[in-house]
Structures are given as C-alpha cells and as structure tokens.
C-alpha cells in the first residue's frame, strides 16, 4: 500500500498552464493541416512548446524500479509518432519555390492521437484515476509520479522535435535554395566546394 500512497502523493491535479499547454499542442493540427510555408517560426513553436513543458515540468528522470522502462517505452512511442507525422505530411513547393507542408489526414490523426492520449491520461489521473495509476504503478513497479511525468513529457518532446526534424529535412531536400526563407547566396552555375 506504501507504493500506492507515494504514487498518488506525487499526482497533482491539472492547472489552468496544463490546459492551455496541452490545447495549443493539439490545436496545432490546425496549422498543420491548412498547411504553411516552413520558416524558422513554423519549425520552432512545436519544439519550442514542448522545450517550455520540459523546462517546467521535468525535474529528473527516475530509475528507479520499471521507472526509466517506462519513461523510454514513451519516449519511443513519442519519437515514432513523430517520424510517422513528418512521413504523412506532405511537402512541396509554392509559387515562388519556398518549401510548404501540409499535413494529411493520416500525420493529423497521428499528431492528435499522441497529444490527445497524453492529455486523457492527465485528466484521468488527476480527475478520479489517480487511485487506479497508483495500483498499476505498484503492480509494475512504477515508483514514482515523477516517472509518469518523466514519461509524458519525453514522449511530447519526442514527438515534436522528431516531426519538425522530419519534415525540416524534407523541406530542404526539396528546396534547398529557399529553405527557411534564405535564399541561396550562390550565382546560377557556381559551384559549392
């Protein structure tokens, strides 16, 4: 029962942050759909969203137990939502030859999947599941709640920086010369050595 108690004592209910947090990921498909030329900016919020969260909610990664089994079962997870995300989405090029990505259906499904199924789980263990986490927690020796935060941070962060990492490089694949709003420097027929 101790390892009960000490789960349910490390939960903490959601906050108006947390909301707003987990809504802008999601709401993010919304962007991603309607599809918008790759620029820094558009690269960066993603990374940039999750990077906060991590800053703010990730005190250290527990090894205790089946902790760090988890935490990288998520974080895998997190990294291949992702790469499957970046796969779906597609990127071509608009009139003036600027690299663009819009999302698909299949890379919107994913996205909001991955987000969505974090935000579920933290509105069950912090609405009434905390007890039923806890139970599972010391079935699995799960030690901590840091260890379920560990793990939904890292699987977010996962997911974001493997997406933007994914379609960054197909962007620039496709258009090099434009990538990220920067022309190419280079004269036509010069040669790069």
Known sequence: ???????????????????????????????????????????????????????????????????????GLAAGLGITLGALCGLFT???TDPDGHPVAKAGAIAAILWVAG??????????????????????????????GEAWVAALILMAVGEALTRTAVVAYRGYQLAPSHFIGRPNMMAAGDRAY
């Open 1 to 71: 029962m101790d390892d009960i108690e000490a789960a349910k004592a490390d939960n903490r209910s959601m906050n108006l942050t947390d909301y707003v947090l987990d809504i802008s990921l999601i709401s993010l498909v919304l962007l991603q759909i309607r599809g918008r030329r790759l620029t820094r900016r558009n690269l960066i919020l993603p990374v940039a969203i999750s990077g906060w969260a991590a800053a703010n909610y990730l005190h250290g990664i527990p090894t205790a137990g089946n902790d760090l089994v988890l935490v």
């Open 90 to 92: 597609r990127v071509s």
């Open 115 to 144: 987000v969505g199924t974090r935000f579920a789980f933290q509105l069950y263990a912090s609405h009434g599941g905390g007890a039923s986490v806890g139970r599972f927690s010391a079935a699995h020796s799960i030690t901590s």
